[in-house]
Structures are given as C-alpha cells and as structure tokens.
C-alpha cells in the first residue's frame, strides 16, 4: 500500500473516465469485488455492485482487461469500471440511474 504522499504526487496524472489496462487478482474468498494490478503503486478495485450478480461471470484471476476509472478520493485506492459489457452488472444503466452521478462523471454517459 503507497504512502498518502504517494498517492497525493500519482493521483493528478490520473483523470476519471481514463481507460487503463490491468491483470485481475481475484482472491479465493472475496466477494466483495476483484482487484486489478494496474502496474502503478496503488491497486485498481472494481466494486460488486458493478459485477455480474454470478461470481462465474466475473473476469478470471489473472485476465487482462481495459478498465474505466470511475470514482477516486483520499483513500490510495482507484475505483475500476470494467469496459467489456459482459463484466457488468446486469442492470448497469439503472445502476447508473439509481446513483444520480453528477454531470461529468464517467457513470453520468451511462457507458
């Protein structure tokens, strides 16, 4: 895990709606989302609630993948939303909806 000050120098080189590349890391009793090495000092996450609602549907431990950064704060951690359709929640759109995310974020599109 990178320090704050770390986190504070990598997080203004990053933008949310940015797409990057990673390799899943699906730890064997997680069921609260997969994390993606990213290749950079601070693990990506993708949330369950952007899954597949099947965990046999989620992408496999070691899969490499595009992902969007949807949401990052304070915490050294960047939130992942995987591009490949078949990665999402079934109802990702009403998702999108039910949230009422401001203009201009990445989940506003409903991509």
Known sequence: MPGIEEWERLRPTLRLG????????????????VFVDLGLPVAGFVDVALLPSDQGRWPGDGEVLDFEIWWMDEQPQIRLKPLKREYLCEDFEGYVARNGWPEGHPGAAGR
């Open 18 to 33: 940015q797409w990057l590349s990673g390799a899943v890391v699906r730890p064997p009793s997680c069921v609260a989302g």
